[in-house]
């Protein structure tokens, strides 16, 4: 008999799982989803100018590309459709629970089960378990003394408040990382002033955002071949070209000297170009991509504010030396909480051990898939299966490849469980590839847990992580 799957979340990676399953006529499991609708963060991120920077070429699940995107990087609202089209085309709805959170899933030992228990309330008894949640789902709110004593509007990038009108506003974004460098631009056109509060600078280079003209869109929508060979080649050039930037490689100084062109065509203040020049290795934190935020700093309604943040007040923002620079609407363009792994979700494994209690020192996982006590439980985008130079879709295929694989494993010979040895081995690999990479030393961002541990990103090429999950050696679990 199939085995029951719950899957948690309907983004990218959770959906990818149903549609899997359903393909191989496996008709036996049910997607929780805390929102009223699928899409993760692509329907939770909905602030102005969002949009994806990776290619769009990249951007689809491999068996189901779209050909019909409207230009090189598509807009958020045609990457919801996308997946909102894949859960209807691929009969996932019908195993839809929205509006349902998991609350907790502890494995029931004699049963050989995960007992999974929803914010409604109810209780349900899987084989498997497998998270979607991702890595970039619950916003990270600064910690700025005053914050509540704001009396105008403020809200988070991925919570925008689309009832509140910035046009004759002023405005503070706190915060510079690709989220905010969308956004900047689009309130620095609406508002009356904007102030950006830049913490840390960051190296941006510039994107080719072409629109697909109607004869290109026909030929990929006609010319299957076509549009594969874009996207391989695409494949191709981020993998020779931008992933050896984050081990030291040879293109590193390339890239960074396009960056460096980038800033100086577009800021011709050397006052504001020195604010804006990093002080880290390109690649460390996660490289802004975009042609319009530059531009945008340098308008005349446009402040780059860098003295440090020291308190909210109710009528602004107040930086070091007291200064108060006034504001109508704060947007916290401040990142996301992306090391506390699978929170608030309570998972308890054998002998009643709970998996953030085993991940207090930092989250891990073998092939950021499976965590040892904890048996059928499968993650997605797990820990260090970030990437900071492709598109993730790739890596989250490849995972639900390998779980696919898992399937008739477990079926045949029980619960899996990767064996603590094998893990062990895991880690001593990751760390040695991690050591080479330019994320560990040399700056502060998302991809490290407090302890300076990098838990979040891949540290080889993609092209090695999808070889090396091609299938689940069955010797490097244990089973019953
Ligand atoms: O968040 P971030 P994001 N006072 O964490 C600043 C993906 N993404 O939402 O650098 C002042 O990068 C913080 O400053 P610092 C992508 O993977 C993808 O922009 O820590 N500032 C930083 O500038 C991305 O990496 C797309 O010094 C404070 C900013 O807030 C990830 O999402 C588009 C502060 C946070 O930047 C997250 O991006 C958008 C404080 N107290 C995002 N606290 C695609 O197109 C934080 N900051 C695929």
């Known amino acids: 008999m199939a085995p029951t799957v719950a899957i948690i979340g309907a983004g990218f990676g959770g959906l990818c799982m149903a549609i899997q399953l359903q393909r191989a006529g496996i008709t036996s499991y049910t ?60 009969g996932v709805r019908p195993h839809l629970r929205l509006n349902t959170e998991v609350t907790s899933a502890a ?24 998270s979607g949640v991702g890595q970039l789902n619950r916003p990270r709110l600064p910690d ?66 072409e629109m697909y003209g109607r004869g290109l869109r026909l030929a990929f929508r006609h010319l299957p071949l076509l549009q594969a060979a874009d996207r391989e080649r695409l494949y191709r050039f981020v993998e020779t070209l931008v992933f050896p930037v984050l081990v030291g ?55 780059l504010v860098t003295d440090p943040i020291t308190r909210i007040v109710p009528g602004g923002v107040e930086t070091a030396g007291g200064t108060v620079r006034e504001a109508d609407t704060i947007v916290y363009a401040t990142g996301f909480q992306t090391t506390d792994f699978l929170a608030p979700v309570e998972i308890t494994g054998r002998e009643g051990r709970g998996l953030h209690e085993t991940w207090k020192d930092g989250a891990e996982a073998y092939l950021g898939v499976a965590v040892p006590h904890f048996p059928n439980l499968f993650l997605l985008y797990g820990p ?29 010979r029980g619960p899996m469980e990767v064996h603590p040895a094998t893990m062990d081995a895991w880690r001593r690999a990751l760390d040695r590839a991690m050591a080479r990479t330019v994320w560990e030393a040399s700056c502060q961002s998302w991809y490290k847990n407090a302890a300076g541990r990098v838990t979040n990103n891949w540290p080889a090429s993609t092209s090695t992580y999808r070889r090396i999950m091609r299938s689940p050696r069955p010797g490097a679990y244990t089973y019953g």
């Open 384 to 412: 260090n299966t970030n990437l900071g130079h492709n598109s993730i879709i790739l890596m989250i295929e490849a995972q639900v490849r390998y779980i696919m694989g898992c399937l008739p494993l477990l079926s045949a």
């Open 31 to 90: 997607v929780f989803e805390k929102a009223g609708g699928v899409g993760g963060t692509w329907r939770d991120n909905t602030y102005p100018g969002a949009a994806c920077d990776v290619p769009s070429s990249l951007y689809s699940y491999s068996f189901e590309a779209r050909r019909d995107w409207t230009r090189r990087y598509p807009p958020q609202g045609e990457i919801l459709a996308y997946l909102e089209e894949c859960a209807t085309r691929y």
């Open 249 to 303: 490689g040879w293109s590193k100084g390339l890239v960074t000297k396009r960056a460096l062109g980038h800033l100086r065509q577009h800021v011709e203040d050397p006052e504001l170009r020195a604010k804006l020049t990093p002080g880290y290795p390109i690649g460390c934190k996660r490289i802004v991509i975009d042609s319009d935020f530059y531009p945008a700093l340098t308008r005349p309604d446009v402040d």
């Open 107 to 130: 494995y029931d030992e004699a049963a050989g089960r995960w007992r999974v228990t929803t914010s409604a309330g109810d209780e349900g008894l899987f084989d498997v378990v497998v």
């Open 144 to 209: 700025i003394p005053g914050m509540s004593s704001f009396g105008g509007t403020a809200f988070h990038s991925a919570r925008w408040d689309h009832e509140h009108d910035l046009s004759g506003r002023r405005v503070a974004v706190i915060g510079n990382g690709s989220s905010a460098a969308q956004i900047i631009p689009r309130v620095a056109l609406a508002a009356a002033h904007l102030d950006v509060y830049q913490r840390t600078p960051n190296w941006v280079v510039p994107k080719r955002n």
